[in-house]
C-alpha cells in the first residue's frame, strides 16, 4: 500500500488548515536528551553567565549533497550567495517559493568543492532533493533522519556538541591543551583530542561565545566525556530538552516558519511527493490567531530577518517575487515582553507559572485590532519575564510600544476568527529581536 501523500493529507481533511489546526499541541523539544539536568532556569543560567554543554546530536536530520552539480542545485533554489561560500564554513540556507515564501531554513556546511551538508528541520532537505531529482541534476543524496525516526532505532551518523557562554573558550582550551586555531564565525577548523579528529564550528546562541563540534558518532562518548572532565572546575551545566528549546527566543531566530507550499498549484506535484507523515503534514498550528487560509502564515525570509542574506548576483527560484516585496507592506520581527502580573494571572491562575514553551500563534493586538502574530514564546528565566518572538505591523514595531497578546486556544474550522472567546489579554511591551544586545551587535558583525 502506498504511502499517504502530503496532498492526500490535504485531501482528505478538508484543506490545509483543518489538516494542520491542533488546538492544544505539545511543543517540541529535542529527542532523547533529559529534559532537564538541573533544572531549566540553571540552565539558562549557564549559557549566560558560565559555561554550558548541550547535546544535539539527535533532533536535526542531516543531508549529505555530492556531486558536479551540488552548488548549482542549492543556488538554483536558495537566496545565498555561492560565490563566497568556502570549504568549512556553513550558513543558513534558504529556500524559498516562486512566490518568495520561505519553505524553512537550514544550516549548510561546504565540505568540499561538490559536497554539502544541510542540517536542521528536513523541509529544506525535502526541496532540494525533489527539484535536483526533478530538473536532472548530476548529484546524489544520503541521509540520517533525527533519532526520533530513524528505522530501526541505532545512533546517529554524527555527534554535535556546543560549549556556550562566557567560559566557553577557556572550558575549550582546558579540554584541549591550548587554544583552538583562530576561526571566523560559522567557520570550522579541523581539530583532534588524543587522536580522534572532528571540526570545531565558531558558533554561539543567545549572543554568548561559543563552539559546535561536529564528528564522527564513534567518538561521540569519548568526547563528551573529556568536556565534562574540562568543565567541572568550571561549573559546567548540561542543557536539557527543556532550556535548550529557548535560546532562539533571544537570539531572534524563527524555528517554525509554515513552509509556503500548500497551496500553489505547481507545488501540486511536490505535495503528492512529500508523505503527510512528514514534517510539512504533522507540524502542528495552533493559538489564538485563527485562518482558514493558510496564506496567512506564509511568511517572507525577509520578515524572519533574512534579507541580508539574500543574494540578487544569480538567478535562483523566488528571486523576482523577492525583489518586488523588498519595499512591500512586511511586517516586522520584533520580541515582544509579556507584563509578569498578566502572565500570572492568564497562565499561573494568579501564580508563578513555571516553565512556559510554545509555537502558537497567538493574536497580538492594539486598540484598532489585529497587528500580529507570535511565532514562539518562552521564559527566560535571566531576562525574568516571558518573551515572545512575532511579526508584527511594521507601525507597531517602534521599542517600547504597547500591546496585548490574547492567550489561549481557536478551536478552528466552525468558530469565526473574529470570534469572541473570552481569551484572557496579556499587555505587552515591544522590544527588539534579537532581545540580547550582544547578539543584535557584535556577535552578528561576522556573520
Not at 571540526?199 to 564528528?215: D, K, T, V
Not at 502580573?341 to 508563578?352: L, M, S
Not at 516571558?386 to 517602534?398: F, G, M, N, Y
Amino acid at each position: 500500500m502506498a504511502t499517504p501523500s502530503l496532498q492526500d493529507g490535504i485531501d482528505k481533511a478538508g484543506s490545509p488548515i483543518e489538516l494542520l489546526w491542533r488546538p492544544g499541541a505539545e511543543p517540541w523539544t529535542p529527542e532523547v536528551v533529559e529534559r532537564e539536568y538541573a533544572g531549566w532556569s540553571r540552565e539558562q543560567a549557564a549559557w549566560h553567565e558560565g559555561v554550558a554543554l548541550l547535546n544535539l546530536s539527535h533532533h536535526m536530520y542531516d543531508m549529505w549533497i555530492e556531486g558536479p552539480d551540488a552548488t548549482r542545485v542549492l543556488a538554483d533554489h536558495g537566496v545565498n550567495n555561492f560565490e563566497k561560500f568556502a570549504i568549512g564554513q556553513a550558513k543558513q540556507y534558504v529556500p524559498v517559493t516562486r512566490h518568495g515564501h520561505i519553505v524553512t531554513d537550514g544550516i549548510l556546511a561546504r565540505e568540499g568543492e561538490n559536497k554539502y551538508l544541510l542540517s536542521g528541520i528536513p523541509a529544506a532537505q525535502h526541496w532540494v532533493q525533489y527539484h535536483a531529482e526533478k530538473g536532472g541534476y548530476d548529484v546524489g543524496f544520503a541521509t540520517d533522519p533525527s533519532s526520533a525516526f530513524r528505522p530501526g532505532g541505532g545512533d546517529p551518523k554524527l555527534f554535535r556538541y556546543q560549549i556556550q557562554g562566557p567560559l566557553a573558550v577557556e572550558l575549550v582550551e582546558r579540554a584541549f591543551g591550548g587554544p583552538l586555531p583562530e576561526t571566523k564565525f560559522f567557520h570550522s577548523s579541523a581539530v583532534s583530542l588524543d587522536g580522534r579528529a572532528f571540526r570545531a564550528l565558531r558558533h554561539g546562541m543567545a549572543g554568548q561565545a561559543g563552539f559546535e563540534f561536529i564528528g564522527p558518532w564513534e567518538h561521540a562518548g569519548y568526547v563528551h566525556e573529556a568536556f565534562l572532565k574540562a568543565g567541572e572546575p568550571l561549573g559546567l551545566v548540561q542543557v536539557g530538552a527543556l532550556a535548550y528549546a529557548t535560546p532562539s527566543v533571544e537570539s531572534g531566530w524563527i524555528p517554525s516558519p509554515v513552509p509556503g507550499i500548500y497551496t500553489d498549484p505547481d507545488l501540486l506535484e511536490y505535495r503528492r511527493y512529500l508523505p503527510v507523515f512528514g514534517v510539512e503534514g504533522k507540524r502542528p498550528l495552533n493559538g489564538s490567531y485563527f485562518s482558514e487560509d493558510i496564506e496567512d502564515y506564509y511568511v517572507s525570509p525577509y520578515e524572519l530577518g533574512y534579507g541580508k542574506l539574500i543574494h540578487f548576483g544569480h538567478d535562483f527560484v523566488g528571486r523576482d517575487a523577492l525583489a518586488k516585496a523588498k519595499d512591500g507592506p512586511l511586517r516586522t520581527k520584533v520580541t515582544l515582553v509579556l507584563d509578569p502580573d498578566d502572565v500570572r494571572t492568564a497562565i499561573g491562575r494568579g501564580e508563578d507559572p513555571g516553565f512556559v514553551l510554545s509555537y502558537a500563534r497567538h493574536r497580538v493586538e492594539n486598540v484598532t485590532g489585529l497587528v500580529g502574530m507570535t511565532m514562539q514564546t518562552a521564559s527566560i528565566d535571566p531576562v525574568g519575564a516571558l518573551l515572545s518572538l512575532t511579526l508584527i505591523d511594521k507601525e507597531c514595531a517602534e521599542p517600547g510600544t504597547e500591546v496585548w497578546v490574547v492567550w489561549g486556544e481557536h478551536p478552528g474550522a466552525g468558530t469565526g476568527p473574529e470570534a469572541d472567546l473570552g481569551l484572557p489579554r496579556i499587555r505587552a511591551t515591544v522590544q527588539p529581536a534579537p532581545f540580547n544586545q550582544h547578539a543584535r551587535t557584535l556577535y552578528r558583525r561576522d556573520r
